[in-house]
């Protein structure tokens, strides 16, 4: 059994698994926005390890011009989180990728955060390019932008303390993107390891700035745990449950209000 941190497995062929949820190999990776090259769209803040752990983009008109923009899945994979985590996140969608390099098999995870809506649901296989969701505000706390991570450790979901806050557990997306735009496979279906998240709730909304001290982590993340059978609600309360990624019953799609016009919070780097 692949545990959910793995990020490479030696091949000699490609094996399966009725184990595990499966995708199909990427045959390589594109923008989340503007694909395949990002065309109309600029960072207005990148990765940097310690502090903020992904890539914001917006329209090169301004991020009020991006709002409802679609969002698209960087390459081929499965949806393995398709929900409003609400806290600081809004509605967010992670795939799961695999992918074939050097007789290896590579997995990773791409984050699409803040989503005013999303179009997808757990446990749904995706294409590259496939729209995912649209750009929101995360329910009027922040201008419209797209959060965009990329994942090493498979187990971090919106969970910043979960791995390392640099890059041992993080791809620097567009450096990624860019090293990766074709690749062989596209075709094989292969096993990929079940998702494990922890998630808030409304009894413990943590949001990033919970999690920024080193070697510390929120007392609040002991309590909900996203792993893999039937999709929970971010609104049930505290219990541990386990939703397999591979399940097509997904969450329904998601609307954030896009309603209000806030600037964004001064809070900690880590935040998208």
Not at 168 to 173: A, D, E, K
Request: proline share 6%.
């Amino acid at each position: 059994m692949l545990p959910a941190c793995v990020s490479t497995y030696q091949i000699t062929s490609v094996f399966t698994s009725s184990s595990h949820p499966s995708a199909r190999s990427a045959d390589g990776f594109d923008f989340p926005v503007g694909p395949p090259d990002a065309l109309g769209y600029s960072k207005s803040r990148g990765f940097r390890s310690g502090g903020h752990l992904g890539e914001d983009w917006i329209t090169d008109g301004g991020s009020s011009k991006g709002f409802r923009s679609p969002v698209y899945a960087i390459g081929n994979g499965v949806v393995v989180l398709a929900r409003d985590i609400h806290a600081d996140w809004g509605n967010v969608v992670i795939v799961r990728h695999a992918w074939i390099e050097r007789r290896q098999l590579h997995f990773t995870d791409s984050l699409y955060g803040h989503l005013d809506q999303i179009v997808v649901r757990e446990g749904q296989q995706v294409r590259r390019g496939q729209q995912v969701g649209m750009i929101g505000t995360n329910h009027g706390m922040y201008p419209p932008h797209l959060h965009f991570e990329m994942h090493k450790d498979l187990s971090i979901g919106v969970n910043h303390a979960q791995g390392t806050r640099d890059l041992r557990s993080y791809w620097v997306p567009s450096d990624f993107i860019t090293a990766h735009r074709h690749l062989g496979g596209g075709v094989a279906m292969v096993p990929v390891p079940q998702s494990s998240f922890l998630l808030p709730t409304p009894e413990h909304p943590w949001g990033f700035h919970h999690f920024f001290s080193r070697g510390k982590k929120s007392s609040h993340a002991k309590s909900y745990l996203h792993s893999s059978k039937k999709p929970a609600s971010s609104h049930q309360s505290g219990t541990s449950h386990t939703i397999h990624s591979s399940s097509s019953a997904g969450s329904k799609s998601s609307k954030g209000s896009g309603s209000k016009s806030h600037k964004h919070k001064k809070q900690t780097e880590s935040q998208g």
